[in-house]
């Protein structure tokens, strides 16, 4: 298996309401990501998760949270969202090591009304 | 910091054409460098990589070569498909650093 899934492919969602991301792996990888990826634009790092410990934030703001509670999961809680937070949200695994190649999902689009 | 240079596209090519997008990069140290792909409502696959200098990546008829001299690592291919139509970023080692993205589309 070699795959990343994510869920859901869509999300809409109220600047008062609370959602999750959710992302999946059973490739063995110790290394999980979050990206925010705005149209016509490369993916930009939000977090990274090294051996279900948080590594790198990416100065995100609060109201994206993330949560690794096992080796091959990894969440994204959303609260009191912006409308500018719309974008595709990709989750990514490797093996540990900057220079392994990451494994992409096939991301959550999210739109904030 | 780290930085990758990539030509600002869109990239529009006949079927067969040969193709080339540009990449350079800055970094300390001896980065490995690798070429993603992401087809349209997907997300990034890895296309090729190479670890280091003089390394040539390819995959699926895609080349690059990790020019150190010229800190280049630029992607061809000799002859595109209309399949090969998609969003290509060049990237360093580590998960922070890609290129712009360069949109390629190929027309029959």
């Known amino acids: 298996d070699t795959e990343v899934t994510q869920t859901p492919k869509h999300l809409v969602m109220g600047m008062t309401n609370k959602k999750s991301l959710k992302c999946e792996q059973h490739?063995?990888?110790?290394?999980m990501y979050w990206y925010k990826q705005k149209a016509k634009k490369p993916p930009e790092l939000m977090f990274v998760?090294?051996?279900?410990?948080?590594?790198i934030n990416e100065s995100v703001p609060s109201r994206f949270s993330p949560e690794c509670p096992n080796s091959s999961l990894l969440n994204l809680h959303l609260h009191a969202l912006q409308p500018e937070d719309s974008a595709l949200y990709l989750c990514?695994?490797?093996?540990?090591?900057?220079?392994?190649?990451?494994?992409f999902g096939s991301g959550t689009q999210l739109s904030v009304l | 910091g780290d930085s990758v240079t990539q030509m600002e596209g869109p990239v529009t090519l006949s079927e067969e054409a040969f193709l080339t997008i540009n990449c350079t990069y800055t970094?300390?140290?001896?980065?490995?460098l690798f070429w993603y792909v992401q087809y349209p409502g997907e997300g990034l696959q890895l296309l090729l990589k190479a670890t280091k200098a003089d390394d040539k990546g390819s995959n699926k008829g895609f080349e690059a070569t990790y020019r150190k001299e010229t800190t280049s690592f630029h992607l061809e291919k000799g002859s595109v498909q209309v399949s090969d139509s998609a969003v290509y970023f060049c990237?360093?080692?580590?998960?922070?650093?890609f290129g712009i993205g360069t949109k390629l589309q190929v027309i029959p």
């Open positions: 990514a695994s490797s093996p540990p090591g900057r220079g392994e190649k990451l494994f």
């Open positions: 970094a300390t140290g001896y980065p490995s």
């Open positions: 998760y090294s051996y279900e410990k948080l590594s």
């Open positions: 490739m063995g990888h110790r290394a």
């Open positions: 990237a360093l080692s580590g998960w922070v650093t």
